[in-house]
Nanobody, 123 residues
C-alpha cells in the first residue's frame, strides 16, 4: 500500500489543522493506521492510532483531548484533526499503516509509511 500525507502548514498557536493520509494499492480498510511525528533533533514519536474499523483509537498523552484520529474507508483516507495546537506540536507528521488491523504505539509495528507533512506552529 502507498500512503500520501497532506494538510500540513503554518498555523498560530491555538489554531487547528487537519492532516489527511490517502492510501492506494491494496484494501486499505483492512489496515490499522497511525500518526507519528518527528521534531528536529528528536526521535520519532507516537501521536495516535486507529484500528481497521475505526472502532478503537489511542492517543499519546501529549495530544489527548486536542487531536482526533478518524478514517473513511470508502475514501481510503485517515485523518488527524489537530486543535489547540502548541509550538511543541511542530514537527513532520508521518502516517503509517499495518496489515494486522490492530493498533500499536511502536513505529516498528507499522509496515507502510507516508512521506511526511510539515506542521509549523508559531507562538
Amino acid at each position: 500500500v502507498q500512503l500520501q500525507a497532506s494538510g500540513g502548514g503554518l498555523v498560530q498557536a491555538g489554531g487547528s489543522l487537519r492532516l489527511s493520509c490517502a492510501a492506494s494499492g491494496r484494501t486499505f480498510s483492512n489496515y490499522s493506521s497511525g500518526w507519528f511525528r518527528q521534531a528536529p533533533g528528536k526521535e520519532r514519536e507516537f501521536v495516535a492510532a486507529i484500528t481497521w474499523s475505526g472502532g478503537s483509537t489511542h492517543y499519546a498523552d501529549s495530544v489527548k483531548g486536542r487531536f482526533t484520529i478518524s478514517r473513511d474507508n470508502a475514501k481510503n483516507t485517515v485523518y488527524l484533526q489537530m486543535n489547540g495546537l502548541k509550538p511543541e506540536d511542530a514537527a513532520i507528521y508521518y502516517c503509517a499503516a499495518s496489515p494486522s488491523g490492530y493498533m500499536s504505539i511502536y513505529s516498528t509495528f507499522f509496515d507502510y509509511w507516508g512521506q511526511g507533512t510539515l506542521v509549523t506552529v508559531s507562538s
